[in-house]
């Protein structure tokens, strides 16, 4: 993206205001890339916080040729993952807010909401690896190529860890909407 | 539900903080920005501002000076115009042949003679002559 470009090639010459803009163009993505691996809002924060932070001390490490959306993406979700390992916490799903396009009616936004809260809470119940690939692929948009790389496992494993995720999520949120 | 469905809400999903926590998050990051650019100017590994300042000003004043002195020396070498030479139309070259070939034939009273008969053919004679006009 040519918009993207502009602002990694403003801020590594030192623009305050691309970094603000790259804050406020990514923090939401990738307050749910840490969220969904780490459980709780406050701590996701926090890594989305420190990435750029560590971003601001080097800029020259993001890659003008490459997606900024997934540098940060994987950034954010390398430092949760290490983070995670560090602690064990349940994932919560009470504090954080389900977003539904405007513009629709009550009770479309409150079906939608209560879909998006099933979702979430189905994906706090898989595995670590397997919610890491599904928000990686669905979340930060990196391709299976791309998260093979990033975690260091080969293509056949993501797409599997993929497949039994989606797999998983169906059961759980069909046996939720049964009951 | 379908597989597309779940994949589809996933993908809407996205966390955010409250706007309070989300500006003190960003002012928090561009003040990490600001201590880190004040200290890389300034620090070894780059230039002070100032020098850079300084840097751009002296270069201005050199060409700024090069060029007056060059502008005003009297020995400055100027490019010679390369010399353009007008290429002569058609009818000037069959006028400037049918005189030349008239000369050869007759002299100047050959080229008289050339003259009249062009005059004849283009009805260029003067109807009135003046004394004034013909010298």
Aim: net charge neutral; charged share 25%; glycine share 6%.
């Amino acid at each position: 993206m040519i918009e993207d470009k502009i602002l990694i090639w403003r801020f590594r010459g030192g623009s305050r205001k691309a970094l603000g803009q790259i804050y406020c163009k990514y923090e939401a993505l990738l307050l749910t890339v840490a969220t969904a691996i780490l459980g709780d809002l406050a701590s996701a924060e926090d890594v989305v916080h420190d990435v750029f932070v560590t971003l601001v001390k080097s800029p020259d490490k993001v890659d003008l040729d490459g997606s900024l959306r997934h540098f940060l993406a994987v950034c954010v979700a390398n430092r949760a993952r290490d983070r995670l390992r560090a602690r064990r916490d349940i994932v919560s799903v009470d504090e954080i807010e389900f977003h539904v396009p405007e513009g629709q009616q009550p009770e479309v936004i409150a079906a939608e909401q209560e879909q998006l809260r099933l979702a979430w809470s189905g994906l706090a119940h898989l595995p670590e690896e397997q919610r890491e690939a599904v928000v990686l692929h669905l979340v930060a948009g990196l391709r299976f190529r791309q998260i093979a790389e990033t975690l260091g496992i080969s293509i056949n494993t993501v797409q599997s860890r993929y497949r039994y995720a989606v797999e998983k999520l169906r059961t759980l949120l069909d046996e939720e909407m049964r009951e | 539900m379908k597989p597309d469905r779940i994949e589809q809400l996933i993908r809407t999903i996205r966390v955010r903080s409250t706007p309070g926590k989300r500006q003190e998050r960003l002012d928090d990051i561009l003040a990490a920005h600001d201590r880190w650019r004040q200290s890389h100017t300034t620090s070894g590994r780059g230039f002070p501002r100032w020098v850079a300042k300084v840097a751009i000003a002296a270069s201005v004043l050199i060409v700024v000076t090069y060029q007056a002195v060059m502008y005003r020396s009297p020995d400055r070498i100027v490019p010679r115009q390369p010399q353009t030479r007008a290429v002569p139309s058609s009818a000037e070259i069959t006028t400037a042949g049918s005189l030349q070939m008239a000369f050869r034939q007759g002299g100047l009273e050959g080229v008289e003679r050339q003259l009249d008969r062009a005059f004849e053919l283009i009805g260029a004679w003067p109807t009135v002559l003046h004394e004034q006009g013909l010298l």
